[in-house]
């Protein structure tokens, strides 16, 4: 089976950076994902990682540690549109994707 | 346009009736998924399909039930067996399930299913 767990909820202040943490447990590893979905709406593509490192895409980075089962999402130069949720999406060895609770991100003025 | 589409949006059902929510795609992707999605919950996997006329269950399959005769389609289907249906279902689709590589998952906008 897989466990994967990230922060409830999560509150920034606009321009800020936040990092947004999930850690996994997986029998086989085959790539994981960062998605976000605001309130109502289809969650979206943000991040694939497969390899260990850094992937940065504009104001959003993410990061993966296999060894430690770990990845974290960053946002920079918050803005008030990026209030959504980020769900963590661990690929295993069943190649179908198992997603966590999802971290609701508040950004106030 | 590209794209899935959910129906209904919004659906009301009484207790004891089935209801079946539609998705469609037009992405020509092989695999299709149907998640639910409760508060807290984050999505939990019902049922999805790697290729026509095949389908696997989910972590959460009991009371549901689906079919794949088309590539296109994969309507799901709420029973009366399904002991908590209010929820929001969300369909998906895939270029391939069962690969490696990152096939990225596009979701459709999903159908809120609220028993009266």
């Known amino acids: 089976g897989q466990n994967i767990d990230q922060p409830t909820e999560m509150t920034a202040t606009e321009g800020a950076i936040v990092q947004i943490n999930c850690t996994y447990q997986?029998?086989?590893?085959?790539?994981l994902f960062w998605y976000q979905q605001h309130a109502g709406e289809a969650p979206t593509f943000l991040s694939y990682?497969?390899?260990?490192g850094l992937e940065e895409k504009g104001r959003f980075s993410s990061f993966l540690s296999r060894s430690k089962g770990y990845s974290y999402l960053l946002l920079k130069e918050l803005q008030m549109k990026d209030s959504a949720s980020y769900l963590c999406?661990?690929?295993?060895?069943?190649?179908?994707?198992?997603f966590g609770r999802g971290t609701s991100l508040i950004v106030h003025p | 346009d590209g794209g899935i589409t959910q129906s209904p949006k919004y659906l009301f059902r009484k207790e004891g009736q089935n209801v079946t929510l539609s998705c469609e795609q037009n992405?020509?992707?092989?695999?299709m998924y149907w998640y639910r999605q409760d508060p807290g919950q984050g999505l939990r996997l019902i049922y999805y399909?790697?290729?026509?006329?095949?389908?696997q269950k989910g972590d959460i399959a009991e009371g549901y039930s689906v079919s794949r005769e088309k590539k296109e389609s994969f309507p799901l289907t709420v029973t009366s067996a399904q002991k908590n249906p209010t929820a929001f279902y969300l369909c998906?689709?895939?270029?391939?399930?069962?690969?490696?590589?990152?096939?990225?998952?596009?979701f459709g906008a999903g159908s809120r299913l609220t028993v009266l």
């Open positions: 998906a689709s895939s270029i391939e399930g069962g690969s490696s590589g990152a096939n990225v998952l596009t």
């Open positions: 997986t029998s086989g590893f085959n790539g």
């Open positions: 990682n497969v390899l260990d």
């Open positions: 999406a661990c690929k295993g060895g069943s190649y179908i994707p198992t």
């Open positions: 992405l020509n992707h092989d695999a």
């Open positions: 399909s790697q290729i026509v006329n095949d389908f």
